[in-house]
């Protein structure tokens, strides 16, 4: 399924960089570039192509026409309008969007979800058009260019941040953010742009303060789960909504100067709320549609694991736990090393000696598993190679030698999917309705079947974490 990845990684290795002093079309300052506008294009176009032909794209003609239309309406006002600019929805759950070197931007159905008009959608759009007409992936170091290109790429088609080594996946600016100062004049530029094109730059605020919901709703599950926040990119990450900077900047967005004009309000009324009716929310993948299996539809895998586990995916991992958190398996991803066997690659990732080491041959797939003994605890470790990629495994618990038969057999029944089981799961989707008299958001998130529905839906209404609609209100529910 991803067997062009090698090609990608081969080509992106030999990018002609070519350092000189250019002025910045955005700035108007005299920057070190390490690429010419036209790799930057060749880059972007070998990305995009990648992610189109590996079903990155969100299946929705008509919403991705509307948000294209909102992208083109800010670049026709921005420093780069002879550029041709691409604007993609990525059928990820991630509260996320970022920009590729030569205009291509892309904004996830996840982000979109939180978002309450199509003002804030032009603030995301805006501020990512903005690292692009300010050549922030241009201005970075050779080498963090050269890492970004195969890194990004292989994180956008499998949702998996392991597929690429952490300390290059985690610190690419293309899907991370840049500097503090490249968010800040990203921002500044979006909010021009934003105004120039009819919109209110204060939006972009609004968008600020709809992540940080996010990032306080994140910071409470990590203090009960253990596990680090995670976060939207770049200045969102970092600053609070008074900032006195971001501010600044927004703000002399309306200061034009003698001779730009300003367009009315591009914005029709219900046409944002028309367009999200309907979106997918949550993962896209087919999930729990057996009692006991569970089915990955992009990667095109499915496992089976004990009665009553619960299995949970994100962009980094998959993990499968029993009910009282006694034993866990974690799947992470990563491009497969065709000079490296599946032993070869456990013994290099496992920390610690191995024991019981076994050859897997299943469902026409090879790998090996083993037992690890590292950090004072018993861990099972497996590695199974399949069409292009390197699946590892981590099992462990807290009665290791009862529960390990388990998690063998996990490992032992990870196979290709069939073709007939390539098939949409219900899924949750959001919907918009008025607010009935006498309604909270308890009330309503009493017929949604999920763990946090009353946090979700304050979230996605910009509510969190107290705050009530009114009557007749138009809010998003999750059904």
């Not at 050269?146 to 949702?159: F, K, S």
């Not at 934003?194 to 409470?220: F, N, T």
């Not at 970092?238 to 703000?251: E, S």
């Not at 590292?374 to 590892?392: F, K, P, Q």
Request: aromatic share 8%.
């Amino acid at each position: 399924m991803y067997r062009g990845l090698a090609l990608l990684a081969a080509a992106a290795t030999t990018v002609a960089l070519l350092g000189g002093c250019a002025s910045n079309p955005a700035t108007g300052d005299t920057d070190w570039v390490v690429m010419t506008q036209g790799r930057e294009i060749s880059i972007g176009e070998e990305m995009h192509q990648q992610i189109m032909e590996q079903g990155g794209s969100y299946d929705d003609p008509e919403l991705q026409a509307y948000v294209d239309r909102v992208g083109q309406r800010l670049v026709q006002h921005s420093d780069r309008a002879d550029l041709t600019f691409t604007f993609t929805v990525l059928d990820s759950p991630d509260i996320n969007a970022f920009a590729t070197p030569g205009g291509f931007v892309y904004i996830n159905r996840g982000l979109l979800a939180y978002l309450d008009s199509e003002a804030e959608l032009a603030g995301v759009l805006g501020h990512e058009i903005g690292h692009v007409t300010a050549r922030h992936a241009a201005r970075q170091q050779t080498a963090n260019v050269t890492n970004q290109v195969v890194a990004t790429t292989a994180y956008i088609l499998t949702g998996s941040g392991e597929l690429a080594d952490a300390s290059t996946m985690y610190g690419t600016e293309l899907v991370r953010g840049y500097g503090r100062e490249h968010e800040l004049e990203a921002d500044g530029l979006g909010a021009k742009y934003m105004y120039q094109s009819g919109y209110d730059p204060e939006a972009l605020l609004e968008v600020i303060g709809v992540l940080k919901d996010q990032e306080q709703y994140q910071r409470v599950k990590a203090k009960s789960s253990g596990k680090p926040v995670a976060g939207y990119h770049g200045l969102y990450a970092t600053h609070p909504r008074n900032d006195q900077r971001l501010q600044t900047v927004i703000h002399a967005a309306g200061d034009l100067t003698s001779g730009e004009t300003v367009l009315d309000n591009p914005e029709v009324p219900g046409e944002f709320r028309q367009q999200i009716d309907g979106l997918v929310w949550g993962p896209s993948v087919a999930g729990q549609r057996d009692e006991n299996r569970y089915f990955h539809n992009k990667l095109g895998f499915t496992f089976e694991h004990p009665p009553d586990w619960q299995v949970t995916a994100n962009s980094r991992e998959i993990v499968a736990r029993a009910p009282d958190g006694s034993a866990s398996m974690t799947v992470t991803v990563r491009r497969r090393d065709s000079a490296a066997s599946p032993q070869a690659v456990l013994e290099s990732t496992a920390g610690g000696s191995l024991t019981a080491g076994t050859e897997l041959e299943q469902a026409g797939l090879t790998g090996y598993t083993a037992v690890s003994s590292g950090g004072g605890s018993e861990r099972r470790l497996a590695v199974i190679d399949y069409n292009g990629l390197s699946y590892l495994f981590e099992g462990s618990a807290s009665d290791f030698a009862s529960a390990d038969p388990a998690l063998l057999a996990l490992v032992q029944s990870f196979r290709p999917m069939h073709p007939k089981e390539r098939q949409t799961g219900k899924g949750y989707y959001i919907r918009y309705i008025q607010v009935p008299r006498g309604a909270t958001l308890a009330s309503l998130a009493a017929s949604v079947r999920l763990s946090d529905a009353e946090a979700q839906l304050r979230l996605l209404n910009g509510l969190y974490p107290r705050g009530e609609p009114r009557t007749g209100d138009w809010i998003k529910i999750i059904r």
